[in-house]
């Protein structure tokens, strides 16, 4: 179900460089969402940014919920700025979930920049002490302080050197995972999706594309299928089998 609520900022840091953690009072769409679903934020009008933006939940609270947003242009800069109090209208839960994996199987959680988003909320809620969440990022300046993830760097600069496929593939030398769930730029994609066909691992995958209305209607956002045809992220996804998209 999707709901139109005037969200309340209830907190907004600035935890690395230009990423923001933000919490927002919605008491109705806090209690629709799921693991992979999204939110779409109406950008505050003197931004000049009129269309809405997609954003991956990060997590709920006390009737709200908590995203992670990259102030990367017109929109996140306006939204990342908003105080706590400030107003703003949003749109959810959007698109479709994560399955509900049985709780004692052992999930690697892979993501890169703010991919994290929706691999914290199924990090929580899956909340199985097996599980392992990775965030890679360029440098430290890009990354949080952070005790939940193991951080990976490009230039080795915090947590552990390499790009998140290549930590992963570390891993795999020692340990395996029931499933990995991946989001992230669409190279880590495709490095996860070969990954996981080697070493025979069932993924999921949620695909960050653009999107223009957002609603499905113009396939601006639409992705090829292994089976042939495309599938539109903002209505189909934003969540795929890995083997199901190619990328
Ligand atoms: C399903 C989904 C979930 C998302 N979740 C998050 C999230 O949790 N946190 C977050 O910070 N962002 C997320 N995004 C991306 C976010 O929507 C864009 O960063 C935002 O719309 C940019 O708006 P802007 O006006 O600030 O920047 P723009 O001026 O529109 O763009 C600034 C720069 O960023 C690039 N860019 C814009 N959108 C994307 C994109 N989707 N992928 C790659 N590059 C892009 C542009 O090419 C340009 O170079 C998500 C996108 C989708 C589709
Ligand atoms: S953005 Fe228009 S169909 Fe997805």
């Keep these: 179900m999707k709901i139109l609520e005037k969200g309340i900022v209830v907190s907004n840091f600035e935890k690395a460089r230009n ?59 306006a939204i990342t700025s908003l105080r706590d109090g400030d107003a703003i209208d949003v749109l959810g839960a959007l698109g479709n979930s994560y399955p509900d994996f049985e709780p004692d199987k052992k999930i690697w959680l892979l993501g890169g920049g703010t991919g994290i988003a929706s691999l914290l909320f199924l990090y929580g809620v899956h909340n199985n002490p097996d599980d392992r969440i990775l965030w890679g990022g360029k440098c430290a300046k890009e ?77 601006g956002c639409a992705v090829p299928l292994a089976a042939g045809g495309y599938a539109r992220v903002c209505a189909d996804g934003p969540v795929f089998k890995a083997e199901e998209v190619v990328l």
């Design 19 to 77: 990423l923001h953690f933000m919490e927002i009072r919605v008491p109705k769409i806090s209690g629709l969402v799921k693991p992979g679903n999204f939110v779409s934020l109406l950008p505050p009008a003197s931004s000049g940014a009129f269309l809405r933006r997609p954003f991956s939940v990060a997590g709920t609270g006390d009737e709200s919920l908590k995203l992670v947003i990259r102030d990367i242009g017109k929109a996140t800069h």
């Design 143 to 219: 990354l949080p302080e952070t005790s939940e993830c193991t951080l990976a760097t490009d230039d080795g600069s915090c947590g552990e050197c390499g790009n998140v496929v290549e930590v992963t593939r570390r891993w795999l030398a020692s340990d395996k995972p029931d499933y990995i769930v991946a989001c992230g730029p669409r190279g880590l994609l495709k490095g996860v999706q070969q990954l996981a066909s080697e070493y025979n691992i069932s993924a999921w995958m949620s695909c960050e594309e653009f999107m223009a209305c957002g609603m499905g209607a113009c396939a």
